[in-house]
């Protein structure tokens, strides 16, 4: 035998696959028989989509496997599971969403106790803020009142009140309290007509301003009817719980008290008018019989 003959041929055969018993055989050790005959090639299965004779355009193969499809038989075992199976699916997505939106809110549920939560607490600081301001504002008068000025009548009235006005707001004082203060400052003349009050007009405080500008009230350029109709609409607003006879007297001597002439201002006074109307008529009696008198002495200094 040449050995390049017998290269080739192992080279050719390769090595033994284990499909027969020749094979089994080999790889057991035992010698293998030559009698055996080879494995017949394997023929594939006949198709109705490859018989002779039939055309296998694409066409046709899809129009084929549609009609197999459609002649595969279908019970009704089988269509309640293909719907139990579309079903369990659709309740699937659905439960999914339903988590998806429940996730969502509580997502927002969140969002929304955080913010409440931060207004909260900025409301809470603005509140603390505001109060410590407060009670700063509180602490620089508190335990340490001020105190108005007193009034006696020669000083002037507006001046007075702007000043008690202040010491009010700056000590928080109410409106009862600003008219308990204002009777204590009054001295002397600016407390005279205090003992004709009654105890009710003693705590307004409207009222009592009234009565103080009322017993300062001075004529100035105003004219005795100019001056009586004045002091009338003061004594109305200031006495209007007292009795008439009270209101009348008082309103007369304060007509006399704001006569800028001397000499008129004492004949009315010793005349004692109980009213403003019968004070203005002695007044301008008086201021008569002074322009007279002047008249027929130039030379007499006016008073």
């Given at each position: 035998?040449?050995?390049?003959?017998?290269?080739?041929?192992?080279?050719?055969?390769?090595?033994?696959?284990?499909?027969?018993?020749?094979?089994?055989?080999?790889?057991?050790?035992?010698?293998?028989?030559?009698?055996?005959?080879?494995?017949?090639?394997?023929?594939?299965?006949?198709?109705?989509?490859?018989?002779?004779?039939?055309?296998?355009?694409?066409?046709?193969?899809?129009?084929?496997?549609?009609?197999?499809?459609?002649?595969?038989?279908?019970?009704?075992?089988?269509?309640?599971?293909?719907?139990?199976?579309?079903?369990?699916?659709?309740?699937?997505?659905?439960?999914?969403?339903?988590?998806?939106?429940?996730?969502?809110?509580?997502?927002?549920?969140?969002?929304?106790?955080?913010?409440e939560a931060q207004s909260s607490r900025q409301q809470r600081v603005s509140?603390?803020?505001?109060?410590?301001?407060?009670?700063?504002?509180?602490?620089?008068?508190?335990?340490?009142?001020?105190?108005?000025?007193?009034?006696?009548?020669?000083?002037?009235?507006?001046?007075?009140?702007?000043?008690?006005?202040?010491?009010?707001?700056?000590?928080?004082?109410?409106?009862?309290?600003?008219?308990?203060?204002?009777?204590?400052?009054?001295?002397?003349?600016?407390?005279?007509?205090?003992?004709?009050?009654?105890?009710?007009?003693?705590?307004?405080?409207?009222?009592?301003?009234?009565?103080?500008?009322?017993?300062?009230?001075?004529?100035?350029?105003?004219?005795?009817?100019?001056?009586?109709?004045?002091?009338?609409?003061?004594?109305?607003?200031?006495?209007?719980?007292?009795?008439?006879?009270?209101?009348?007297?008082i309103a007369a001597n304060a007509f006399v008290d704001a006569i800028n002439n001397r000499n008129v201002q004492r004949f009315?006074?010793?005349?004692?008018?109980?009213?403003?109307?019968?004070?203005?008529?002695?007044?301008?009696?008086?201021?008569?019989?002074?322009?007279?008198?002047?008249?027929?002495?130039?030379?007499?200094?006016?008073?």
């Open positions: 035998m040449n050995p390049m003959e017998d290269d080739t041929s192992s080279l050719a055969l390769g090595p033994a696959v284990l499909t027969t018993e020749g094979s089994l055989a080999e790889a057991a050790g035992a010698p293998i028989s030559s009698n055996i005959p080879p494995p017949a090639p394997r023929q594939p299965l006949p198709s109705e989509f490859d018989c002779p004779g039939r055309t296998n355009s694409p066409s046709t193969v899809k129009h084929r496997a549609q009609s197999t499809y459609a002649r595969l038989p279908t019970s009704p075992g089988f269509t309640r599971l293909a719907l139990a199976t579309r079903l369990l699916s659709l309740e699937t997505a659905l439960a999914q969403r339903t988590s998806t939106a429940d996730d969502v809110v509580a997502d927002l549920a969140a969002r929304v106790s955080v913010i509140t603390s803020v505001e109060q410590n301001n407060i009670g700063r504002a509180q602490s620089r008068f508190s335990g340490a009142h001020l105190l108005p000025p007193t009034f006696d009548g020669t000083t002037s009235w507006a001046a007075f009140l702007a000043q008690f006005e202040s010491v009010a707001t700056l000590n928080g004082w109410t409106v009862q309290d600003k008219a308990q203060v204002l009777v204590v400052q009054l001295r002397d003349a600016a407390a005279e007509y205090l003992d004709y009050l009654p105890q009710g007009i003693r705590s307004n405080y409207e009222a009592l301003l009234y009565l103080t500008q009322l017993k300062h009230v001075r004529q100035g350029r105003r004219g005795l009817h100019e001056l009586a109709a004045y002091i009338d609409s003061l004594s109305r607003k200031a006495l209007s719980g007292c009795p008439t006879a009270t209101m009348d007297l009315v006074r010793l005349a004692r008018p109980t009213d403003v109307p019968s004070a203005l008529a002695v007044a301008l009696e008086a201021e008569i019989q002074e322009r007279s008198q002047a008249a027929e002495d130039p030379y007499r200094r006016p008073t």
